[in-house]
């Protein structure tokens, strides 16, 4: 059982749609951490989110992180193909801990 | 300024072998942890190093065995292969020992046949 549970597993949009995929656990967490894997490639870190109920944006991307710190959420705005790849939160608390990631997919 | 690299790229080896993997952590970080990405996962923790000491470990068997050098460069070593350890294996390093803000390398593929 994943610690961290994403929702939805596969999402294929057309340009230029919003989206929002989740993360959500159990368990609380210190902190979280949105990353983007491209295949063949390593995670590259998008954003960390400390505080319960913090926001924070990064162009056309939103993150939530959730009041008790348990679950979070990345909106994406006017996707774009170049926002293709899986999408993995990670929750740390001694260690990281990431969920299965969302593929997403983008179509022009 | 060097990210996290890794080699090698790609392996493959047979069932009951060994294999060493290597991980050079992006410049001015003290800390590595290795990963475990099995295809359509998430990366699944191993353990870390810090101070050259192994400071926290996932659940995986003591197959799975790490060292990390005065330069703060790490390897990683399986011992007796089996066919499920076949994976993507990330290396990602921050500086101290809290996990926070970690930078992934590219990963080694390891296929074991």
């Known amino acids: 059982t994943q610690l961290l549970e994403q929702s939805p597993q596969f999402l294929s949009i057309q340009e230029g749609e919003n989206l929002t995929v989740y993360c959500n656990s159990s368990?609380?967490?210190?902190?979280l951490q949105w990353y983007r894997q491209e295949p063949g490639e390593g995670p590259v870190l998008l954003v960390t989110?400390?505080?319960?109920?913090e926001v924070k944006k990064l162009k056309r991307l939103t993150f939530q992180f959730g009041d008790a710190r348990k679950d979070s959420s990345l909106h994406i705005t006017a996707a774009q193909p170049g926002d293709t790849g899986l999408y993995l939160c990670a929750g740390e608390r001694n260690d990281m801990r990431f969920g299965a990631g969302t593929r997403l997919t983008v179509k022009p | 300024d060097a990210g996290v690299t890794q080699s090698p790229t790609h392996l493959i080896k047979t069932r009951g072998q060994q294999v060493t993997l290597r991980c050079s952590p992006k410049s001015g970080h003290d800390t590595v942890s290795w990963y475990q990405q099995a295809l359509g996962q998430g990366p699944q923790f191993i353990f870390q190093?810090?101070?050259?000491?192994?400071?926290q470990r996932g659940n995986f068997p003591d197959r799975f065995s790490g060292h990390q050098f005065p330069n703060y460069s790490s390897e990683l070593n399986v011992n007796a292969l089996l066919l499920g350890d076949s994976a993507l294996y990330l290396c990602?390093?921050?500086?101290?020992?809290?996990?926070?803000?970690?930078?992934f390398g590219p990963g080694t593929r390891l296929t074991v046949t």
């Open positions: 990602a390093s921050n500086s101290g020992p809290n996990p926070y803000e970690q930078y």
């Open positions: 368990s609380v967490f210190s902190s």
């Open positions: 190093y810090y101070e050259e000491e192994e400071r």
């Open positions: 989110v400390v505080t319960g109920g």
